[in-house]
């Protein structure tokens, strides 16, 4: 499975971004995707993960209520709409896969894609 993140930028506290992450390779549809985050000098941490149908999703809590997860199976990509921006929100933010639902470890994903970068200014 390639996964390429995209959809970073910069944007003011209060405001919005939604990234995408692209999942391609025989495989690509029968992977949960999920969504970590890594600021500077703190470890990567799970932001929040989507089932292979997309009827199933869940949140780190710091961004319960803001954040939203989505996947377009057609087009196999997921998406992660991201509201209410704070800039403690500020990171690389990557997508990642793996065959197993349910994991928020960063070490138990197979699959990465680069990160894209997040900025939020106060």
């Known amino acids: 499975v390639q996964l390429q993140a995209s959809g970073g930028g910069l944007v003011q506290a209060g405001g919005s971004l939604r990234l995408s992450c692209a999942a391609s390779?025989?495989?690509?549809?029968?992977?949960?995707i999920a969504w970590f985050r890594q600021a500077p000098g703190k470890e990567r941490e799970f932001v929040s993960a989507i089932g292979m149908s997309g009827a199933n999703s869940y949140y780190a809590d710091s961004v319960k209520g803001r954040f939203t997860i989505s996947r377009d199976n057609a087009k196999n990509v997921v998406y992660l709409q991201m509201n209410s921006l704070k800039p403690e929100d500020t990171a690389v933010y990557y997508c990642?896969?793996?065959?197993?639902?349910?994991?928020?470890?960063?070490?138990?994903?197979?699959?990465w894609g680069q990160g894209t970068q997040v900025t939020v200014s106060s």
């Open positions: 390779g025989r495989t690509s549809s029968s992977v949960n």
């Open positions: 990642a896969a793996d065959r197993v639902y349910g994991l928020r470890g960063s070490q138990s994903y197979d699959y």
